[in-house]
């Protein structure tokens, strides 16, 4: 089993200050729902979100949603050998029960994430499908006790997916950044035993995450 | 420079048929949406599309979204070694102009696409962005005139992603499935001059192209 954090994730409710912000409001009447318990979208929530900390790293649950995708429709999911975790900007985390896959519809995700950070846990038949902590990610780490801790940024060691696979063994942890432009902060790329850049180029978080597990799939499958 | 076809899409407008059911006359109420201008969706149509012909190859225009996705945000895509159609079951043909790339939040998806099936193309400074026509899949073939076809299907021959990308030569035209489950229509599947099985498992469409592109783009750019 490997574990994948998306690391710094844009993903969180409307920040108390932005409630009373009119492209909020008028997106919240328009879909009858309150803006503390409505995820913070860059796309509709431009205006409000336009000098905020840290703008360019939050607000994207549309990149979440496709990394999600990306890793939980591989083989190496439905064999459960990937264990995956979302690490959000705020320091939540989102933990998936082994084998759950996300709606592929964009609006259903939306509804169960902004379920989840209302109640903490979505469950089904008594099982715990998703989760909901404050950790940082210092403490998910902690829980989680990788044997090796491998980052993911243009700002790493030049590698390709291809060699980077290769240090990936049993019990490795993977993070990528959940985040759309921008680096890992200190408090988290201080973690790592190792930080490889795997294009030349700074490719999308989705793009990431399906060529790292398809190479690692390779390395064990085949 | 290769093609890639996503074939049979489950992308279309509510049909005429359909315009008058409850499931599909409270969906456009709520968004302020006529139904001759809006994209058949089983995750708001379900009961609507209850039986109608092709019943589980239609209605996935969120398929067709993460498809696009990961083709579009790899670096064969941006460097332009690759053009993308989607020929949709009803054979409409949707081509993207070389470089463009779809907005990866759903809800601006959705309403480019409709906005093209309504006017035929989206413009803009005076270049066509996305163009929408009434093609056959075989006008399509003849339109592009590939070196060869490839189809992959769990119907096919048994192969991996890195031998069948070894046949991906400049001028060859993939096909994928645009559709959740199901196989190629005979009309498809009889130009193809290969048709590989790339996976035990039938994978969904958005990991079949995004881990074909990377190795083909592997044979190309190393």
Partial sequence: ?????????ALEIVPKELENHPSVTSYCEKYSKKPSETLLDISWHF???KGIKNEIMRGRPDLIHLALLSMCNTPLYARKKLQVYVHTINDN????????????????????????FKNGNIESDNLTLLELEHLTFEDLIKKIKPKILI????????????KAAEIITDNSCIVIGGFQKGHFSKEISKNFDHLKSLHENSLETHVVSSRILYEYEKTIFM
């Fill in 1 to 9: 089993m490997v574990s994948l954090i998306l690391a710094q994730s």
């Fill in 151 to 162: 980052g993911f940024s243009t700002q790493g060691e030049n590698s390709t997916f291809e």
């Fill in 93 to 116: 985390v989102i933990s998936l029960r082994n084998g759950v896959r996300p709606p592929k519809s964009y609006h259903r995700f939306q509804g169960l994430i902004e379920k989840l």
């Fill in 47 to 49: 205006a409000a979100m």
